[in-house]
């Protein structure tokens, strides 16, 4: 796999879980990244754990879960002094457990906002720079979660985020700035929870794939990171 040398990454939610994993993985290619957390102080964490890489860093706290909050992150990307070459979409809530005949509108916008809509807002503000620039990676993380209605609204709001990650990829083909979507795998993390199949280790060096595809690679296309386990880190 290629270094990403002085490429910047954003990573939304990457204070810990498949985030953190993934900002490890891209500074072990040489590449800097933009950790993003809700507080600065649930980022201390992977911030100690980048130093021993040697790359650049930057912080930038906020919340996904309105418009809002969204375009306070946009603004504090914005002002920072390098620009965006690879996004991860990562942060991400899942729904509440319930019969699918009682889930109300309330919860299904709840998890659309975090999982979708935020996605969305951030792919619209960083994309049309990755295009002018002649290069980005936009990876939209995704879920394999099927046959469990009782978790509808994240399984309805992942199936969009594919559905998105092919319009957007069509719309910007030719520019390399390739958009894919990315499978993580059910992982022992705070969202997949202690039975999941795999140790959040195990999401390297799969969840890298798309942001190390050569110019003009593969776009609007399905990966899965356990796929790769083979390559080892």
């Given at each position: 796999m290629k270094l990403l040398e002085n490429k910047w990454a954003l990573i939304t939610g990457s204070s810990r879980g498949i985030g953190q994993q993934i900002a490890l993985g891209l500074a072990e290619r040489k590449c800097n990244i933009i950790v993003h957390a809700r507080k600065a102080e649930n980022a201390e964490r992977t911030l100690a754990l980048l130093k021993p890489s040697c790359v650049k860093t930057h912080l930038v706290t906020?919340?996904?879960?309105s418009h809002e909050g969204v375009e306070s992150i946009v603004r504090a990307v914005n002002e920072l002094p390098d620009k965006v070459d690879i996004l991860y979409n990562n942060a991400a809530i899942m729904s509440k457990w319930q019969p699918m005949w009682q889930i109300p509108q309330e919860e299904w916008l709840r998890v659309f906002q975090t999982n979708l809509f935020a996605m969305i807002q951030l792919c619209t503000a960083f994309a049309p720079g990755m295009k002018e620039r002649g290069f980005g990676r936009i990876i939209n993380v995704t879920s394999g979660i099927k046959d469990t209605p009782e978790l509808t609204p994240y399984s309805v709001s992942k199936a969009a985020?594919?559905?998105y990650s092919r319009d957007l990829a069509f719309e910007l083909r030719g520019s390399n700035v390739l958009v894919n979507y990315l499978?993580?795998?059910w992982?022992?993390?705070?969202?997949?929870g202690p039975n999941a199949d795999h140790e959040v280790e195990t999401v390297l060096p799969g969840a890298l794939v798309p942001a190390l595809l050569d110019d003009l690679g593969p776009t609007g296309q399905f990966y899965a990171a356990q796929d790769y386990s083979m390559l080892g880190k």
């Open positions: 906020g919340v996904l879960d985020v594919d559905k499978d993580p795998g992982l022992k993390t705070d969202l997949g």
